[in-house]
């Protein structure tokens, strides 16, 4: 069953269309990986979906509902969650401060299960590793109790065995979570553990 | 997370930068409270020197000029001005104080006058000024003369004499001892100095109540009646009682105060006009005690005190705009991962703004201790001098010749604190609405762009 459903929708900047028309359907319990060159537009694709920006034409429809009518706002409050390259973390809070931006629940239990512990919970974000910021990126996602998760390259400044861990924690969370993962990436071998690989070349984007 | 924990733990965690806008707050706060006070001090400074200046007018007698057997003759005519003539002229205007002087002599058993030019037994006598508050007189107003001991004749003085340290030490007398006056006239018959008076002699018994010292010398030889050492000031029912003044009515001078120099020309031509008084024998001299020459110095002062004041303010608040400006602006990322969290715009501003105005309001507190040392060390050094110059009407109903206590000039009310606070306050308000608008008018992916 779709979550997310985008309906012939069209984008440009500076006269330059970057997505012609495209539709597409996003299912809850996979992991989707969108790949293509540089500039293609994968991100502004993700921020549609997200409801970042909106399209020039056509619509994004969330359960069947267009994202725009109860306001991008409150679309990325309640059902989208992001996890950027950068992770993008706020740097004066804990990575349970962090998490406990976008969820009244503990933030502990989460942060846990991702493989922080109690006293790395309470550092500044700053002082963790890369793999553990983003760690803290993801738990951020979880915790927000959203059904979509948009990730932005999310293991782009990450080395291989890291990279593949929080492969395999994205899996998790939509084969065990039952969430849709939505992950923009320009790696090949990412893209392989997707469950649905999408590509986007010259506006279009194709089911590989 | 609700947007005040948000605000808090940036101002826990982010030390340097609050602690920045803290001081900068403080310091502009502290500026402006004390300029505020500089500016109220110097408004209050002009208005009590104006009072303390004050003007008056002279209701005088003129004098007329005879010729007696080829002889130029200059006689000082007598006013008659009544009680029923100074209510009418009280109406006129916001007349502080009215000092009626009746002028008489007198003798005493019990006192030996300072002689001078002739001097004998029956022209041993001094001249009485008998009046409603001595203080106002010429003589202690210019420093003539000087209230040495004891206090000043006021309205409320009964059977009160102020004599001069000469008198008091060739006849051992001072403050609070009784003596008995007798009244006189001085004359001159064939070039003889002598006492004139025709009808019963009258006698009172009265207080000295002050004793002046002269400051001014007359070294001129003169009558013994006519000497500043022998007069003697007293409370208009001395005169009264011995019979060389009649009840309500003043022949000597009237001298009304007026409070604020301004007002001089408004009453004078309005008492021109009493038709009660006759104009050919009375005349009024006004008096602003320099105050026209000082008036347009003094407008100067407070006009460059206020451009001052308005130039300060300006750079200030611009100041303080650009800082917090540039200081949202730096939040760029922090309002992107914020809104892509789902966390809403205005939640953003709110959190922003309830930062800076808790920082602000520490700030305030800070800036008011300041302010009051800062009121506490320079009250003296700028003010001093000037308040002790100033005298006070209190002074002049209680009789003393005491100065003014510290006015505390630079001490502003509550209300005015809380203004400065509130616009300031205001002005931090809109420059984070102003600088985070500009961040939050962006779209959430336009702003994850800039990072």
């Known amino acids: 069953m779709s979550i997310i459903k985008v309906c012939d929708i069209k984008y440009s900047y500076n006269n330059k269309t970057v997505l012609k028309n495209i539709s597409m359907e996003f299912e809850v319990g996979k992991v989707y990986a969108v790949v293509g060159v540089s500039g293609c537009g994968k991100t502004t694709f993700l921020s549609l979906i997200g409801g970042l920006d909106s399209p020039l034409d056509g619509q994004v429809l969330f359960q069947g509902e267009d994202i725009e009518k109860k306001g991008l706002a409150w679309h990325r409050k309640n059902n989208v969650a992001f996890i950027f390259q950068n992770y993008n973390l706020i740097d004066y809070m804990t990575p349970a401060e962090n998490v406990a931006l976008t969820s009244k629940l503990p933030p502990l239990p989460m942060l846990e299960r991702l493989g922080l512990t109690k006293e790395e919970a309470k550092r500044n974000v700053l002082k963790l590793s890369g793999g553990q910021q983003q760690r803290v990126a993801i738990a951020r996602a979880l915790a927000s109790d959203a059904s979509v998760i948009l990730a932005d390259e999310p293991t782009g400044n990450l080395d291989e065995d890291t990279a593949n861990e929080i492969m395999g924690i994205l899996k998790e969370c939509a084969h065990q979570m039952k969430k849709c993962v939505i992950i923009v990436t320009h790696s090949n071998d990412l893209a392989a553990q997707a469950d649905v690989v999408l590509c986007l070349k010259k506006g279009e984007l194709q089911k590989r | ?451």
């Open chain 2, 1 to 451: 997370m609700s947007f005040m924990k948000r605000a808090s733990l940036y101002i826990l965690r982010k030390k340097g930068k609050t602690f920045g806008i803290f001081l900068l707050i403080a310091v502009v706060s502290t500026f402006l409270v004390s300029c505020v006070s500089i500016l109220n001090a110097a408004d209050i400074l002009t208005a009590d020197i104006r009072k303390s200046i004050g003007a008056a007018f002279y209701l005088r007698a003129n004098s007329s000029v005879t010729t007696k057997k080829g002889e130029l003759s200059i006689e000082k005519n007598n006013i008659n001005i009544t009680d029923n003539d100074i209510a009418k002229i009280e109406k006129y205007g916001d007349i502080a104080y009215c000092n009626p002087i009746n002028y008489g002599y007198a003798k005493s058993e019990e006192i030996v006058f300072i002689p001078g030019k002739n001097d004998n037994l029956q022209n041993n006598m001094g001249q009485v000024t008998a009046l409603r508050y001595s203080a106002l007189h010429a003589d202690f107003a210019e420093k003539v003369i000087s209230l040495q001991q004891g206090e000043h004749i006021i309205k409320t003085s009964e059977k009160a004499i102020i004599v001069s340290s000469e008198i008091a030490e060739k006849n051992n007398l001072s403050v609070g001892d009784n003596v008995i006056l007798q009244s006189a006239e001085f004359g001159v018959e064939n070039s003889e100095y002598i006492d004139v008076w025709k009808k019963d002699k009258k006698t009172v018994e009265v207080s000295i109540v002050g004793i002046y010292e002269i400051l001014v010398e007359n070294t001129s030889a003169t009558a013994t009646a006519a000497k500043q050492e022998n007069r003697i000031y007293a409370s208009l029912d001395v005169l009264l009682s011995l019979g060389e003044s009649e009840a309500s009515v003043y022949t000597g001078e009237v001298d009304f105060y007026v409070a604020d120099p301004d007002e001089l020309s408004e009453i004078v031509p309005k008492v021109r006009q009493i038709a009660e008084i006759d104009w050919k024998t009375h005349f009024i001299r006004t008096n602003d005690f320099e105050y026209s020459k000082i008036s347009d110095r003094l407008k100067s002062l407070s006009n460059l005190i206020k451009v001052l004041f308005v130039c300060v303010s300006v750079v200030s608040a611009a100041i303080l705009t650009l800082i917090l400006t540039f200081g949202a602006r730096s939040r760029v990322q922090e309002s992107g991962i914020f809104l892509a969290v789902g966390i809403s715009k205005k939640e953003v501003l709110m959190q922003f703004l309830f930062e800076t105005l808790t920082v602000a309001l520490t700030a305030f507190v800070f800036s008011y201790i300041s302010y009051l040392a800062i009121q506490e060390g320079f009250t003296d050094r700028l003010f001093a001098d000037i308040s002790s110059k100033v005298i006070t009407n209190a002074a002049l109903e209680n009789g003393a010749d005491a100065s003014l206590k510290d006015q505390g000039y630079l001490s502003l009310g509550i209300g005015k604190i809380l203004t400065v606070y509130s616009v300031q306050f205001f002005v931090i308000a809109v420059s984070i609405l102003f600088s985070s608008r500009m961040i939050l008018r962006l779209k959430p992916k336009k702003i994850l762009q800039y990072i």
